[in-house]
Structure formats: structure tokens, C-alpha cells
């Protein structure tokens, strides 16, 4: 196998590694943690205030949320956010809204 293709593989290795990291990570850890909602805007903001949660920032792609009670992410889910991912680290993924 030559090398260009192990380098592929392995950055491919840790493109799927890192981003099942950023999912799993709103699982884990005490409640209150910044999470991220990624879609519409408008979808996300009434997805985190039916969740029970509240909106910290609103950016392009993602809205950033916080809800005090265990739980929080799974509520996001059942409320019907696409996809929750760990909100520090994405925070810089997405730009600001109106940037």
C-alpha cells in the first residue's frame, strides 16, 4: 500500500474519529454544558425552547444552547434537533450570524 493511500486512510480515521467524538461529548459530563444545534436557526431556537433549554448565541448553521437539567440533549432530540454536537469546539466552526 503506498503511502499517499495510508495518509488517506488515516486522515479519513481521524476526520470519523473526531466527529464521533463531537457527537457523543454532549452525552457526557455535568448538565449546563454549551451544546450546539446544528440546521436553521429559526428550526433550532424553538427546538432548544420546547427542549426546555435556552439560546446562548444564534450563528450561521448552528445555534448554541444551554439547559440546566439532565437530560437536556435527549430533550433536543425528541423536540426534533437534526444533530447536537459539543458547543465550545463548534462555536468556532460556525460563523457568527450577520459576520
Same mark, same amino acid.
Given at each position: ?6 495518509a ?8 470519523v ?21 446544528? @440546521?436553521?436557526?429559526?428550526?433550532? =431556537? *424553538?427546538?432548544?425552547? &420546547? +427542549?426546555?433549554?435556552?439560546? $446562548?448565541?444564534?450563528? %450561521?448553521? #448552528?445555534?448554541?444552547?444551554? @439547559?440546566?437539567?439532565?437530560?437536556? =440533549? *435527549?430533550?433536543?432530540? &425528541? +423536540?426534533g434537533?437534526?444533530? $447536537?454536537?459539543?458547543? %465550545?469546539? #463548534? ?9
Amino acid at each position: 500500500m503506498s503511502t499517499i493511500i495510508r495518509a488517506l486512510i488515516g486522515g479519513a480515521l481521524a476526520l470519523v474519529g473526531w466527529t464521533l467524538v463531537m457527537i457523543i461529548m454532549p452525552f457526557v459530563g455535568p448538565a449546563g454544558r454549551q451544546v450546539a444545534v446544528i @440546521g436553521e436557526s429559526a428550526d433550532a =431556537v *424553538r427546538t432548544v425552547v &420546547a +427542549a426546555g433549554g435556552r439560546v $446562548v448565541e444564534v450563528r %450561521r448553521g #448552528a445555534t448554541l444552547a444551554r @439547559g440546566d437539567r439532565p437530560g437536556f =440533549v *435527549r430533550a433536543l432530540y &425528541a +423536540a426534533g434537533a437534526p444533530l $447536537v454536537v459539543e458547543g %465550545r469546539i #463548534a462555536a468556532g466552526c460556525f460563523a457568527k450570524a450577520g459576520a
